[in-house]
Structure formats: structure tokens, C-alpha cells
């Protein structure tokens, strides 16, 4: 049926079959892009090596070091302590140059949160299949390529073959009309919707965001929402690229110019999802009630509206247990809580526009006294931008620590954790057992409710800070 | 891998829901470079106190655990992170199964290629298993079908291929491997950036 209504979904993933799927045999899918990092790969390329295998298409994958990287520049710069989180960077740089792939090594200028680098490079290009060993690969989906986290055995196959063998997944379209108020966010909406459909709510689904709320939004803040698609247990999150798209990513140095751009451009624009295609599922959303939002359990459909009391069900074992972990009683209200940590950073709130929005609440005011903030931009390139803005000196001015780009404190492998029992704001994706820490207790929020926090010590509404 | 067309084991249970990667392998253990030997940081913050004391009532801990090829889990098992290190773990334990009401998507397929049976069952069979742990239960790959000690079968989807490669030992890798015309036709077809 090849003029019947097709979803953006279908559209990608019949353009990337290598082979159909059949009752015996999944789909080859082929795969453009192939982001690799230091914690997934080793593995792989273990395998590789075992079976006397090449990397078929070198030139299309891409590698950076971000998980287990300092993020303090004296380590950084001044070589890291011998132990497996060196090893890793050593193995990583070492299987980069045996394979002939390109390395956005330690001392790159343009190095950063694999999926915050991505989109700068203009790597992700709409309309593109991206895979990568990392779980928030979905992050990508905001430009409307088909993109999705695999384990390492699949890191291996895609390195070998340049392919996946994949069943096609079923579609959701969540649709959201209205617009966001002022001071919610991005990262609010996506909460909420975990939090409506639960964490298991998008399980074999591609989801497609789509509505105004959508168009209206930023590429940083489409990025932001697609990046937790995974936080719903869906494969993907996509978006439909349009002009807000086409124009963050013109000029930037992986995307084509001249005719050539304007060729892909055209080509882009086909990638909507057509006039009566027909989703798996469907939901409808509205943006224009929604007050920022923060969790208080320990996964991210545990959240409520800032002004919220936390719920209380005696008979929900799970319910129970997460409170237990947070210290939290039934019922409580959140604001006013004490907290001891702050963290903006990571591939969900650590772009441009998420700092900026922290530096205008920040600005003038100071981290409040016991309170530790970490600010850790997505990339180098951020880095350099914010400096350069004086987003920086903001957060250095009221006594936050900022820092090189890197996962950091949102999966605590490189020494920036969350100490046993703290209370963490975080904007940040998961807010699991130890996730931050060792008996770390998070909140996960936007920058702005973050940035509340930091200034008043507590849990607080941000809209009480801007006018 | 080797061929596997049934288990017959015993079951410990982990009755919480939406338990995530992070759990059954917490990310301070994934700066290892090899995939061996993680077994001993499976649950490691469910299984150890801060001082690196087990905890006793916790179910891994006890001695009746030891020989339990089968964990039954809650609601949405293996969510979060995509760490292969999980399924790694899990295997190095000593689980050949995983038995749930569901099953994160990334979890499943990293199981799947570790020589772990993903078992997604109905309410009725997950509340029976969950209400009578160490029991032992058969797993017939071939017929997709798990059976319980009181008589009672209940058959699971999985993945024809999948299944295939299970009972046949087939490394989905060799399979890719042997699609390789097709591989640089659709290339041929589609140049970069195309």
C-alpha cells in the first residue's frame, strides 16, 4: 500500500529496511548513525576483535568519552588517576584508533554528553536511523530520526554490519494542544506524561509528540522531552522536524550546504506523519494547566505538581517502599523540604537554554548556605557559550561549581555523586535507588525548580522567584 | 551460545515492580572493560548494607536461593538503562529465566542474547508464582510454554527468531553476517546522506 496515509514512524523505518521482517525473521534495519562512548563499547569491540571482524562503515559511527570522565578540569586536563574509569578512556582510545573511527577524545574542543553532541555536530539529521549503546538515545528523536538505546551485543552487530535485526514496534502519538505557562517547562510536560501513562506506558512503542505545545517549542526543549521517552519504557520519541529544526541545524558542520542543503531540506519536509495515518494507540495531552512539576518516589512516573502533596495508599507496596527509600511520609507536601544538593547537568537539562533560564533565576541571588550546586554543561561547546554569555560567572558568582561537560552526577560514575541520604534536585532523567549515589535521594525537576532550590535551600516553586 | 530447549529450575522472587537496571547493576560497577564476573554486584545495594554487610533477609542473600535458576519479578522488569552489564550479572548469578507480567524492551533483547528467557506471563500465573516462591517450574522453549508445579501451563509470546536462536545455540551476529549483499545493495542505493 504504498500511497496509503503513513505515520512519520513508518516513513523511516521503510526507508532504512535492508529486508523486510517475515514470521521467521525480524527486519534488517539499516542504521546511519552509530554513537559510541567509553562504558557500552569495550565489549563489543572485544567481540569484534575475537571474530577477526572489521567496522563496516567507520565513517559513520562517531565516539566520545562522557560517562566515566572527570568533570573537574585539573583532573581532567591533568591526567586522571590510574583505575578502570582511565582504563575505560584508555580502551576506548585505543579500539578508536585500531578501527579507524573518529574520537572526540578528552582534549577535543568539541567533546560532550554523546547525545548533546550529536545535535551540535549536526550529526542527527531528520529522517535519519541513529542507534547508540545508551538508553537516551531517544534524545535524537527530536529532529524526526528514528533513534533508540541497544545493548552492547547490538553495539557489536551494528559496528560489523552497520545493521539491527528489529521487529517493528507499534506507534503511539501523544498529541498536545495548549501552551506551557510561564516558568513550565519542557521538562514539565514531559514528567507529566510519564507520570500519565506510567513508566511502562510507551513499552514496545515508537511515540510521536506532536501538537502545538510541540511546534512552539525550542530544538533544546523538543530534545529534552524526547529524551525521557525511555523514561516511559518506550523505544523511540520522535518529532517531526519543521523550520525551528531546519534552522538549528544549518551551518552546523555535519549537515550538507548549498543545493545540497536545500535538497535535504525538501527531502525533510516530507517527514510528517500524513492526513489520517493511524497510530497504534493514541492520547491527547493538554499543556495549558500544567504547573512545574518534580517527583518525589523513585522513578520518574512518581511525580506531582510542585504545589502538590506527595499521595498516600497504604495498600501500594511500591508506593511505600519509594517513600521509605526517600524518607518521605504519605501525604507530605514537597515545598519547603530541605535540600542538600542541587545538580543541573546531564542529556536531558544541559543545553544552552537550559542554563540560561538556571542564570535568570540565579542571577543576583546565592546558593543558599549548606547547599552544594553542581552546574555541569552538555558539552564543551556549551561550556564555552555560557562562559562567554556570563551564564557562568552567575553560577560561579553565587557559589555554585561549574564544571566540564559529562554525564556526571546523573549516573555518579566519575566521583560527582550524591552523598548516602542527601536530598538531590536534579534535572537530571532518573530518580532510581542509588542512581546519584549510594542512598541518594532525588527529585528530578526542570533547571528552573532546580535553580529555586539552590537559592533557597529547599524544595520551592520557581514562579515565586520570576515575575 | 549453547542450545537450550527447556529449563526445569526453581524460582526466587523479587516481588517489586518497575525494578530498573540500575538495581540489578548499579553504575559505579560499569567501568569494567570485560562482561565476566559481574555476578557479585547483582542487586549489590539490595544485597549489601553501606559497610559491605549483607543483608540477611534479603532473598538473594539466603541460602535457598542458591541453586534458583528463575526470578520472578514484578511489573515492567529490567527498565532504565540499556547496560548489557544487567543481563551480564543476572547470567553470572545463575538466572537462566526471567518471569514477569512485562518486560522493559531493552532488557529483553539484552537477555535474549545471554542465554535469559524473557517469560511474560498473565496476572493469574505471576500471582500463583509470586504467592509460592522456590517452586519449581519448567520452561519449554519450544512449545513457548511455561508449566507450573500444580499442572497449570501458561503459554508466552516470544520471538520466533529469538526462539530459533535459543534452541538452536544461532548467534543473531552470523545471521547479520550472511545478510551482507543485501546489506551493500541498500547501501548502493542509499549514499550517504541520502
Known amino acids: 500500500m504504498e500511497n496509503s496515509p503513513k505515520t512519520l514512524f513508518e516513513k523511516v523505518w521503510e526507508d532504512h529496511l535492508v529486508t523486510s521482517e517475515t514470521e521467521e525473521t525480524p527486519a534488517v534495519l539499516y542504521v546511519d548513525l552509530h554513537l559510541i562512548h567509553e562504558v557500552t563499547s569495550p565489549q563489543a569491540f572485544s567481540s569484534l576483535r575475537e571474530r577477526g571482524l572489521r567496522v563496516r562503515r567507520p565513517e559513520r559511527t562517531l565516539a566520545t568519552m562522557d560517562h566515566s570522565t572527570p568533570t573537574r578540569a585539573d583532573v581532567l586536563y591533568g591526567g586522571m588517576p590510574k583505575g578502570a574509569a582511565q582504563n575505560q578512556i584508555a580502551t576506548l582510545e585505543g579500539n578508536c584508533k585500531e578501527f579507524g573511527i573518529e574520537l572526540y577524545d578528552l582534549k577535543s574542543k568539541q567533546r560532550g554528553i554523546v547525545h548533546v553532541m550529536g545535535p551540535e555536530l549536526g550529526a542527527t539529521q531528520p529522517g535519519s536511523t541513529i542507534v547508540c549503546g545508551d538508553s537516551h538515545t531517544s534524545t535524537h528523536g527530536a529532529f524526526g530520526a528514528l533513534a533508540f538505546g541497544i545493548g552492547t551485543t547490538e553495539v557489536a552487530h551494528v559496528l560489523a554490519t552497520q545493521s539491527l535485526l528489529q521487529r517493528k514496534p507499534k506507534t503511539l502519538g501523544i498529541n498536545i494542544k495548549g501552551t506551557l505557562g510561564k516558568s513550565v517547562t519542557a521538562k514539565d510536560l514531559i514528567l507529566a506524561i510519564i507520570g500519565k501513562i506510567g513508566v511502562d506506558g510507551g513499552t514496545g512503542h515508537v511515540i510521536e509528540y506532536r501538537g502545538d505545545a510541540i511546534s512552539a517549542m525550542s530544538m533544546d526543549a523538543r530534545m529534552t522531552v524526547c529524551n525521557m521517552s525511555i523514561e516511559a519504557g518506550a523505544r523511540a520519541g520522535l518529532i517531526a522536524p519543521d523550520e525551528t529544526t531546519y534552522h538549528y541545524l544549518e551551518g552546523r558542520p555535519m549537515c550538507p550546504t548549498g543545493t545540497d542543503w536545500d535538497h535535504a531540506v525538501a527531502r525533510w519536509q516530507q517527514l510528517k506523519t500524513d492526513e489520517g495515518a493511524a497510530f497504534d494507540k493514541e492520547i491527547h495531552f493538554d499543556a495549558t494547566a500544567l504547573e512545574p512539576m518534580i517527583t518525589y518516589g523513585t522513578n520518574p512516573g512518581m511525580m506531582m505538581p510542585i504545589t502538590g502533596r506527595v499521595p498516600a495508599n497504604e495498600g501500594d507496596a511500591a508506593l511505600n517502599r519509594a517513600l521509605d527509600y526517600m524518607g518521605i511520609a504519605p501525604g507530605e507536601p514537597l515545598m519547603g523540604r530541605p535540600i542538600d544538593v542541587v545538580f543541573v547537568g546531564s542529556c536531558t537539562n544541559a543545553r544552552l537554554s537550559d542554563l540560561r533560564q538556571a542564570a535568570v533565576l540565579m542571577a543576583g541571588r546565592r546558593v543558599a548556605s549548606g547547599v552544594r550546586m553542581l552546574v555541569v554543561p552538555g558539552s564543551q561547546e556549551i561550556k564555552r557559550r555560557a562562559e562567554a554569555e556570563g551564564l557562568a560567572q552567575v553560577f560561579v558568582d553565587a557559589g555554585a561549581e561549574w564544571r566540564e561537560s559529562g554525564c556526571s552526577m546523573c549516573i555518579a560514575m566519575n566521583g560527582d555523586s550524591v552523598g548516602p541520604g542527601q536530598y538531590a534536585v536534579s534535572t537530571s532523567n532518573r530518580n532510581f535507588e542509588g542512581r546519584q549515589g549510594t542512598g541518594a535521594r532525588t527529585f528530578l525537576a526542570s533547571p528552573l525548580t532546580a535553580a529555586a532550590a539552590a537559592v533557597s535551600g529547599c524544595i520551592s516553586d520557581p514562579r515565586q522567584f520570576l515575575n | ?194
Open chain 2, 1 to 194: 551460545m549453547e542450545p537450550i530447549t527447556q529449563l526445569r529450575s526453581k524460582t526466587v522472587v523479587i516481588a517489586n515492580s518497575d525494578i530498573d537496571t540500575d538495581q540489578i547493576i548499579p553504575a559505579r560497577f560499569l567501568t569494567t572493560t570485560d562482561q565476566d564476573g559481574l555476578g557479585k554486584y547483582v542487586f549489590a545495594d539490595w544485597r549489601f548494607d553501606d559497610k559491605g554487610d549483607s543483608i540477611e533477609d534479603f532473598v538473594l542473600n539466603k541460602t535457598e536461593a542458591n541453586d534458583c535458576g528463575v526470578l520472578v519479578a514484578g511489573h515492567n522488569f529490567g527498565c532504565g538503562s540499556s547496560r548489557e552489564h544487567a543481563a551480564w550479572a543476572l547470567r553470572d548469578f545463575g538466572f537462566r529465566a526471567v518471569v514477569s507480567t512485562s518486560i522493559a524492551d531493552i532488557f529483553r533483547s539484552n537477555a535474549l542474547k545471554n542465554g535469559i528467557v524473557p517469560v511474560e506471563v498473565n496476572d493469574d500465573t505471576h500471582q500463583w508464582l509470586l504467592a509460592n516462591p522456590r517452586c519449581e517450574v519448567t520452561i519449554d522453549i519450544g512449545h513457548s510454554v511455561l508449566r507450573l508445579p500444580n499442572g497449570t501451563q501458561c503459554v508466552f509470546s516470544i520471538d520466533s527468531f529469538a526462539r530459533h536462536c535459543l534452541l538452536y545455540g544461532v548467534d543473531p551476529l552470523g545471521y547479520l553476517l550472511s545478510q551482507e549483499q543485501a546489506i551493500s545493495t541498500y547501501e548502493r542505493s542509499h549514499p550517504c546522506g541520502q
